[in-house]
């Protein structure tokens, strides 16, 4: 009886105990902004219970014991903690996580990436201001995965851009970019760096389906900043630096140039007509019988006894300063935000007399009107003025003669090699005095009002503009070569042209939530028109050149008075759908439709859809993940989605005629191309899979992307093979391509002490596409031109199972040794006469068939292509205590060049600019060599760029930035009233390895990359 009193007591206690000891806790979790979290995860640290906030960011967690500290986890901000404390309402309000605020984005609606089920890369403020340059584009190369961006280093330079490689054949390759929701219609870097908030790149359908056809190629999203609620802030950057050639010294001297022209006389007919009538004549009397007199001028002869060499390129380029200030005004209050800013860049041009200057602001504001409704304007306006040169400038600079006295050439028409003054090698100093002027300005509007009728639910209209003005003068004066050899005195040239984009909005978005569910729909309208007109006026003949263009009524040579003008549009209506949904933030569904209609196609083919959907899994908020504590976010996702292209011409639907009169009739005349009613969108189909990881407390992130992309009804120009209906070419839906890649980004926090930080990031692609399909049975579409207009080319050629960028060429066998003379002299070489130290293209027809023994078209092959094999960039920063040192490396590997200068350069007559490696040419006494001999007799050998000898192997790992910085302590900011403080000096290009034989192994050779030393200042008070 006893026992049985006792245990009663002991369960009544634990029982009682149990219940005096727990609780229920309860409360409300928002952002910094008090908006409510839906979804944010609540566990009881050591225990598997927990629950969801709901829609309302409510929650309630029952039986919650005593002392219990409670954890409190949202994608994209940092977990809290909270010990209960016997309180019983525990409201919480989470901070962004500065790791995972890097990857908040907008698309279309405001979501986060932990939300997201698409491939999307972000680069943010901080990552983009690392670099002090000017241009989006350079602020974003090497730094997002999937995106190859090639920077045009010319003062008023854009950049070429391609994202996940080369996709369409001909029409729209280049991604679309979207400024704070509008579509830019061009000039995408007149937009101010420093207004910019953060890039996000859109790769995939589903992430990209938003955009319909115009983001088949990809959408590079652009979002300015903002102001903040709070006391308001105003910030001055500036940096000034300084611009040098990186690599100009690829060229012979004076005294080689001498010396290989004398060997390549030897190496000629010259010499074998020279000997034939003297024949016990040494070397040396040919030299100063034959070579000497005849094949060099007195001021060559002179310039070598004089020990001296003539850089013309050093008297048309120059060390260029360039400039950046930007000032802005930030601030707001619960009513409303603005963003204010003024910017100002002043670019030199390594040439000389070549400048662009911009001036640029912004203002960004919005305020709520009422409880239920808010406005808004993102208003920026720029203007770049620019003083260009003619390329002839900097072509025949680098091509002048090392042997040519300056003074003596400086005010002659054109310039000479030896005897020969050629009259198409303009002076490069008189075709500097040529003025190249353009202005551009560019107002860009979006404006909007937002409703809130009920919880949830926004109605949201958008109307946007974006006018671009571009115009450009020339004036070519009456004293040099251009204007003497096409017989005019003087010519002017005003060229006008005007782009107008409109683009409206209209949007109804829900959010709702229940339980662990979440949803979010949107459907939308938009409707865009796009116009553009030009008008150019051209005079000759003037009295004197003292006025320039600004005097064209002064022409006099009324028969060559030319005016042109034009005017184009088109319109793009879409409708578009989409549903996002969440279960208990581990399952994530994406589906999306847009329904387009464009203009440039013709009734009947206008409309097409294009739909996506998207998955994915987080892992982490598994149940049978609750114990580990390794990963932070490990989400797989998986999309599909076909999206299409219309980057045709206006019009390439109908067959177009243009009035012309003559002898005082009027005619109308066929244009050249012949429309095509039955054209139809070029369509894209595009599968990804993808994984997103974050671990060790988000110190190590990775990302992983596969995609497989299906071009179908491929828009190409091709050639009419009918002969009656009078047109020379036609557009076309052609075959299909695929496309194929990887992406890899890594980045990470390798040590993170009080005052030494350690952090690194790196990213690396891959993508290979290939020609499936093309019309027909064709298995080419070749590329025709040249000096008879049907010769075929090395480049734009289409070839079935090969990349859509394919070199075409004969393939280099060997530098022909004496030994292997008499297998050349079996060949039939139509024409040529090699010798020993020649190039000898590979016979490609195997022995026993046709055409073996026989080296001619039918033996040139794809030798190579342009595409990067992989291409990426990584970096590093260290911090310790108020210093910051970061790096920035770019690097391309596999790609093949064509560099037409390299080859010019290797022509071996001497009667040219040369390259260094001819220093290393093929003589009887150095026959362990891969460069040809020197030979006068170039007309009867395969030059450099007629085999794969010449192509160049375009990869290389550049230093791109090195950037050392202090920001000044809180002692000093607060003396001086500052909130901060931080100067720098910076180097820009500062190396490149590569084994590139031109300029550049990225640009080309036609405006080499430059080094640019950079200090700067940033001050915010």
Same mark, same amino acid.
């Given at each position: 009886?006893?026992?049985?009193?006792?245990?009663?007591?002991?369960?009544?206690?634990?029982?009682?105990?149990?219940?005096?000891?727990?609780?229920?806790?309860?409360?409300?979790?928002?952002?910094?902004?008090?908006?409510?979290?839906?979804?944010?995860?609540?566990?009881?640290?050591?225990?598997?219970?927990?629950?969801?906030?709901?829609?309302?960011?409510?929650?309630?967690?029952?039986?919650?014991?005593?002392?219990?500290?409670?954890?409190?986890?949202?994608?994209?901000?940092?977990?809290?903690?909270?010990?209960?404390?016997?309180?019983?309402?525990?409201?919480?309000?989470?901070?962004?996580?500065?790791?995972?605020?890097?990857?908040?984005?907008?698309?279309?609606?405001?979501?986060?990436?932990?939300?997201?089920?698409?491939?999307?890369?972000?680069?943010?403020?901080?990552?983009?201001?690392?670099?002090?340059?000017?241009?989006?584009?350079?602020?974003?190369?090497?730094?997002?995965?999937?995106?190859?961006?090639?920077?045009?280093?010319?003062?008023?330079?854009?950049?070429?851009?391609?994202?996940?490689?080369?996709?369409?054949?001909?029409?729209?390759?280049?991604?679309?970019?979207?400024?704070?929701?509008?579509?830019?219609?061009?000039?995408?870097?007149?937009?101010?760096?420093?207004?910019?908030?953060?890039?996000?790149?859109?790769?995939?359908?589903?992430?990209?389906?938003?955009?319909?056809?115009?983001?088949?190629?990809?959408?590079?999203?652009?979002?300015?900043?903002?102001?903040?609620?709070?006391?308001?802030?105003?910030?001055?950057?500036?940096?000034?630096?300084?611009?040098?050639?990186?690599?100009?010294?690829?060229?012979?001297?004076?005294?080689?140039? =001498?010396?290989?022209?004398?060997?390549?006389?030897?190496?000629?007919? $010259?010499?074998? &007509?020279?000997? @034939? #009538? !003297? *024949?016990?004549?040494?070397?040396?009397?040919?030299?100063?019988?034959?070579?000497?007199?005849?094949?060099?001028?007195?001021?060559?002869?002179?310039?070598?006894?004089?020990?001296?060499?003539?850089?013309?390129?050093?008297?048309?380029?120059?060390?260029?300063?360039?400039?950046?200030?930007?000032?802005?005004?930030?601030?707001?209050?619960?009513?409303?935000?603005?963003?204010?800013?003024?910017?100002?860049?002043?670019?030199?041009?390594?040439?000389?007399?070549?400048?662009?200057?911009?001036?640029?602001?912004?203002?960004?504001?919005?305020?709520?009107?009422?409880?239920?409704?808010?406005?808004?304007?993102?208003?920026? =306006?720029?203007?770049?003025?620019?003083?260009?040169?003619?390329?002839? $400038?900097?072509? &025949?600079?680098? @091509? #002048? !003669? *090392?042997?040519?006295?300056?003074?003596?050439?400086?005010?002659?028409?054109?310039?000479?090699?030896?005897?020969?003054?050629?009259?198409?090698?303009?002076?490069?100093?008189?075709?500097?005095?040529?003025?190249?002027?353009?202005?551009?300005?560019?107002?860009?509007?979006?404006?909007?009002?937002?409703?809130?009728?009920?919880?949830?639910?926004?109605?949201?209209?958008?109307?946007?503009?974006?006018?671009?003005?571009?115009?450009?003068?020339?004036?070519?004066?009456?004293?040099?070569?251009?204007?003497?050899?096409?017989?005019?005195?003087?010519?002017?040239?005003?060229?006008?042209?005007?782009?107008?984009?409109?683009?409206?909005?209209?949007?109804?978005?829900?959010?709702?939530?229940?339980?662990?569910?979440?949803?979010?729909?949107?459907?939308?309208?938009?409707?865009?028109?796009?116009?553009?007109?030009?008008?150019?006026?051209?005079?000759?003949?003037?009295?004197?050149?003292?006025?320039?263009?600004?005097?064209?009524?002064?022409?006099?040579?009324?028969?060559?008075?030319?005016?042109?003008?034009?005017?184009?549009?088109?319109?793009?209506?879409?409708?578009?759908?989409?549903?996002?949904?969440?279960?208990?933030?581990?399952?994530?569904?994406?589906?999306?439709?847009?329904?387009?209609?464009?203009?440039?196609?013709?009734?009947?083919?206008?409309?097409?859809?294009?739909?996506?959907?998207?998955?994915?899994?987080?892992?982490?908020?598994?149940?049978?993940?609750?114990?580990?504590?390794?990963?932070?976010?490990?989400?797989?996702?998986?999309?599909?989605?076909?999206?299409?292209?219309?980057?045709?011409?206006?019009?390439?639907?109908?067959?177009?005629?243009?009035?012309?009169?003559?002898?005082?009739?009027?005619?109308?005349?066929?244009?050249?191309?012949?429309?095509?009613?039955?054209?139809?969108?070029?369509?894209?189909?595009?599968?990804?899979?993808?994984?997103?990881?974050?671990?060790?407390?988000?110190?190590?992130?990775?990302?992983?992307?596969?995609?497989?992309?299906?071009?179908?009804?491929?828009?190409?120009?091709?050639?009419?093979?009918?002969?009656?209906?009078?047109?020379?070419?036609?557009?076309?839906?052609?075959?299909?391509?695929?496309?194929?890649?990887?992406?890899?980004?890594?980045?990470?926090?390798?040590?993170?002490?009080?005052?030494?930080?350690?952090?690194?990031?790196?990213?690396?692609?891959?993508?290979?596409?290939?020609?499936?399909?093309?019309?027909?049975?064709?298995?080419?579409?070749?590329?025709?031109?040249?000096?008879?207009?049907?010769?075929?080319?090395?480049?734009?050629?289409?070839?079935?199972?090969?990349?859509?960028?394919?070199?075409?060429?004969?393939?280099?066998?060997?530098?022909?040794?004496?030994?292997?003379?008499?297998?050349?002299?079996?060949?039939?070489?139509?024409?040529?006469?090699?010798?020993?130290?020649?190039?000898?293209?590979?016979?490609?027809?195997?022995?026993?068939?046709?055409?073996?023994?026989?080296?001619?078209?039918?033996?040139?092959?794809?030798?190579?292509?342009?595409?990067?094999?992989?291409?990426?960039?990584?970096?590093?920063?260290?911090?310790?205590?108020?210093?910051?040192?970061?790096?920035?490396?770019?690097?391309?590997?596999?790609?093949?060049?064509?560099?037409?200068?390299?080859?010019?350069?290797?022509?071996?007559?001497?009667?040219?600019?040369?390259?260094?490696?001819?220093?290393?040419?093929?003589?009887?006494?150095?026959?362990?060599?891969?460069?040809?001999?020197?030979?006068?007799?170039?007309?009867?050998?395969?030059?450099?760029?007629?085999?794969?000898?010449?192509?160049?192997?375009?990869?290389?790992?550049?230093?791109?930035?090195?950037?050392?910085?202090?920001?000044?302590?809180?002692?000093?900011?607060?003396?001086?009233?500052?909130?901060?403080?931080?100067?720098?000096?910076?180097?820009?290009?500062?190396?490149?390895?590569?084994?590139?034989?031109?300029?550049?192994?990225?640009?080309?050779?036609?405006?080499?990359?430059?080094?640019?030393?950079?200090?700067?200042?940033?001050?915010?008070?």
């Amino acid at each position: 009886m006893k026992l049985q009193i006792g245990c009663l007591c002991l369960f009544f206690t634990l029982f009682t105990g149990n219940v005096l000891f727990s609780q229920s806790v309860e409360g409300t979790v928002t952002d910094e902004e008090g908006v409510p979290l839906p979804g944010v995860n609540i566990l009881i640290r050591g225990a598997q219970q927990g629950t969801t906030t709901d829609f309302d960011g409510n929650y309630v967690l029952e039986n919650v014991p005593e002392g219990s500290v409670l954890e409190f986890s949202y994608i994209g901000f940092t977990t809290q903690t909270m010990a209960t404390e016997g309180k019983t309402v525990i409201d919480v309000v989470m901070v962004m996580d500065s790791q995972q605020l890097d990857e908040v984005v907008i698309v279309g609606t405001s979501m986060r990436t932990g939300d997201l089920t698409g491939a999307i890369v972000n680069v943010d403020n901080e990552v983009l201001e690392e670099r002090p340059v000017t241009s989006i584009n350079e602020a974003l190369q090497g730094r997002a995965s999937g995106v190859f961006i090639q920077n045009d280093p010319s003062p008023a330079g854009n950049a070429s851009i391609r994202i996940r490689g080369n996709n369409s054949l001909q029409y729209g390759g280049n991604p679309i970019f979207v400024v704070d929701g509008i579509v830019m219609s061009g000039d995408f870097n007149l937009t101010n760096l420093d207004d910019v908030a953060s890039i996000n790149v859109l790769k995939d359908a589903s992430a990209t389906a938003l955009y319909g056809s115009r983001g088949a190629n990809g959408v590079v999203v652009v979002t300015t900043k903002k102001g903040e609620k709070g006391e308001g802030r105003i910030t001055y950057k500036t940096w000034i630096g300084m611009q040098e050639f990186t690599n100009d010294d690829i060229t012979l001297g004076a005294r080689d140039i =001498y010396d290989l022209r004398i060997d390549a006389m030897a190496n000629s007919h $010259v010499a074998d &007509d020279y000997f @034939a #009538a !003297n *024949p016990n004549a040494s070397r040396q009397q040919f030299i100063e019988d034959e070579v000497l007199p005849n094949w060099f001028a007195d001021y060559e002869r002179e310039t070598y006894a004089q020990g001296k060499s003539y850089n013309w390129l050093d008297q048309v380029s120059r060390t260029a300063i360039q400039q950046n200030h930007s000032l802005s005004f930030s601030g707001g209050s619960d009513k409303g935000t603005f963003y204010l800013s003024f910017g100002y860049a002043d670019k030199q041009g390594l040439m000389k007399n070549s400048s662009n200057k911009r001036i640029s602001g912004r203002i960004n504001a919005e305020y709520q009107l009422k409880p239920w409704i808010k406005v808004g304007t993102n208003t920026s =306006y720029t203007q770049a003025v620019s003083e260009d040169v003619d390329g002839a $400038v900097f072509e &025949d600079a680098r @091509a #002048a !003669n *090392p042997l040519l006295p300056i003074e003596r050439a400086r005010d002659s028409l054109f310039l000479g090699w030896g005897n020969n003054w050629d009259v198409n090698a303009e002076n490069p100093l008189k075709t500097l005095t040529m003025d190249k002027d353009r202005t551009r300005s560019k107002i860009a509007s979006s404006n909007y009002a937002e409703i809130t009728p009920a919880e949830g639910l926004k109605i949201r209209t958008t109307f946007a503009i974006d006018n671009v003005r571009q115009e450009y003068y020339q004036y070519i004066p009456q004293d040099i070569q251009q204007a003497k050899r096409d017989s005019y005195r003087g010519q002017a040239d005003h060229n006008f042209d005007q782009s107008n984009y409109f683009q409206w909005d209209n949007s109804v978005s829900y959010d709702t939530g229940f339980g662990k569910h979440t949803l979010n729909a949107l459907v939308s309208h938009s409707m865009s028109k796009y116009e553009f007109d030009y008008s150019n006026t051209m005079a000759r003949g003037f009295p004197t050149d003292d006025f320039g263009y600004h005097n064209m009524g002064a022409a006099f040579d009324k028969e060559r008075f030319e005016l042109s003008s034009d005017f184009s549009t088109n319109t793009l209506v879409s409708f578009l759908g989409r549903v996002n949904y969440n279960y208990d933030n581990r399952y994530f569904v994406t589906l999306s439709g847009r329904y387009d209609g464009s203009s440039r196609f013709t009734e009947g083919n206008r409309w097409n859809f294009f739909p996506s959907v998207a998955l994915s899994w987080n892992l982490v908020n598994e149940n049978f993940m609750a114990e580990q504590n390794l990963f932070d976010l490990l989400k797989l996702r998986l999309g599909y989605g076909s999206v299409g292209n219309q980057g045709i011409p206006n019009y390439s639907g109908y067959s177009l005629y243009g009035p012309r009169y003559t002898n005082e009739n009027v005619e109308f005349i066929q244009e050249e191309l012949m429309g095509n009613p039955g054209l139809v969108w070029e369509r894209q189909k595009q599968f990804n899979i993808g994984v997103d990881i974050s671990l060790l407390n988000n110190r190590l992130t990775i990302n992983a992307e596969y995609f497989d992309i299906v071009n179908s009804d491929l828009l190409i120009k091709r050639d009419q093979t009918s002969l009656y209906s009078g047109y020379d070419k036609t557009i076309e839906n052609i075959g299909e391509t695929t496309n194929r890649g990887v992406e890899l980004t890594v980045g990470g926090v390798l040590v993170e002490k009080e005052d030494f930080q350690w952090n690194a990031s790196a990213n690396f692609s891959t993508d290979k596409n290939k020609i499936t399909k093309l019309y027909g049975d064709a298995n080419a579409i070749y590329n025709r031109g040249g000096f008879t207009g049907n010769e075929i080319q090395r480049d734009g050629n289409l070839f079935l199972g090969e990349s859509l960028n394919s070199i075409y060429a004969y393939e280099f066998d060997r530098i022909i040794q004496p030994e292997d003379m008499d297998y050349v002299n079996s060949l039939d070489l139509l024409g040529k006469e090699l010798q020993p130290g020649d190039i000898l293209p590979r016979d490609q027809q195997p022995e026993g068939e046709e055409g073996h023994g026989v080296i001619d078209q039918n033996d040139r092959v794809v030798v190579g292509k342009s595409d990067p094999k992989f291409y990426g960039g990584f970096s590093t920063g260290v911090n310790w205590k108020n210093f910051s040192l970061n790096t920035v490396f770019t690097y391309s590997y596999g790609a093949k060049k064509i560099s037409g200068y390299y080859e010019s350069l290797m022509s071996g007559t001497g009667l040219g600019p040369a390259h260094t490696d001819m220093l290393s040419r093929w003589t009887p006494e150095n026959t362990e060599t891969n460069i040809p001999r020197a030979t006068y007799d170039s007309s009867l050998r395969y030059g450099a760029g007629e085999t794969s000898w010449g192509l160049q192997d375009a990869s290389y790992l550049r230093l791109s930035t090195l950037t050392l910085a202090y920001s000044f302590t809180e002692n000093v900011l607060q003396k001086l009233g500052l909130s901060n403080l931080r100067v720098y000096v910076s180097g820009n290009n500062l190396h490149t390895w590569t084994k590139y034989k031109g300029y550049d192994p990225e640009n080309g050779d036609w405006y080499p990359t430059a080094r640019m030393f950079v200090t700067g200042l940033d001050i915010t008070f």
